[in-house]
């Protein structure tokens, strides 16, 4: 019996997640299926009560973040945190399966750091207040900041970050996008935007000198920010290394049901999901 493992989301027809796992699978020599299904929320419990013991595990993209979490039987840290699952990993048969939770989405930001050579931050811009951005609060704590700002078109919709932020062990305030001159000058700033966004902050030449930026969007790359960053000649990691890096870890929870444990060869299996992207060895786009 091969084991089956999919994305699901809505929509999900652009995602680069099975190229990027079957890519792994290949390397490692997995007679694994990966495939994508288009799920939205309230279809999620349905289909996974559905699936049969052949399916080893889920990657779950929005707007299923959420559901997941519930559905999960137990959680890491990460995912108690967030308040968010993207990974399921189903371990026994029948009535005694156990559905494991994971959210590989805060490794995936530090990861894709660490590949640019950011590993730490005092003090972080968020840009968004969305889904993505509680992962990247959690992100910050990761690198050690001391506080975050989280700057939105509408902060008071971005409350619960601060009870994020506090059980993560730093300060989170909110602010919105004009204020960005008030607040304390960032060394990192990670951006939820969309890609195709205009940047609604004009950073100071003083900030680009200093600060690192992740932009999650990757398509079109490079953005507004991107370019602008790249122009003052700063470190810039982008969406789709975070998305790649992230993956990594799901093919170790997939494969031991382990976050922490490497794989065989990892690092000829990260250079492989990373060129199936058209990306180098430090997630920075080939052309």
Known sequence: MVDRLAVFGSPIAHSKSPVLHRTAYRLLG????????????????????????????LSLTMPLKQVAYDLADTRDAMAELTGAVNTLR???????????GYNTDVA???????????????????????????????????LGAISVSV??????????????????????????????????????V????????????????????????????????????ATTWAGAGRPVANGLSMLVQQALVQVRIFSSNDPFQ?????????AGMLASVGLDDRGIPLD
């Open 30 to 57: 997995f007679d694994w299926e990966y495939d994508s299904r288009d799920v939205v929320a309230a279809d999620l419990p349905g289909v996974v009560s559905g699936l049969g013991d052949d399916w080893r595990g």
């Open 90 to 100: 189903f371990v026994g048969s029948g009535a005694g399966r156990t559905a494991f």
């Open 108 to 142: 995936g930001i530090t990861r894709a750091l660490a590949a640019i050579d950011v590993t730490e931050a005092a003090h972080v811009h968020i840009l968004g207040g969305g889904a993505t951005a509680a992962s990247a609060v959690v992100a910050a704590a990761e």
């Open 151 to 188: 700057l939105a078109r509408s902060p008071e919709k971005s409350e619960p970050l601060i009870a994020l932020g506090r059980r993560a062990g730093l300060t989170v305030d909110l602010a919105r996008f004009g204020d960005a001159a008030e607040l304390p000058r960032p060394q990192l």
């Open 190 to 225: 990670i951006s939820t935007l969309p890609g195709r966004s205009a940047s609604p902050v004009a950073y100071p030449a003083d900030v680009l000198a200093q600060a690192a930026l992740l932009d999650v969007a990757y398509d079109p790359w490079p953005s507004e920010l």
């Open 262 to 270: 490497r794989l065989d060869r990892e690092g000829d299996v990260l």
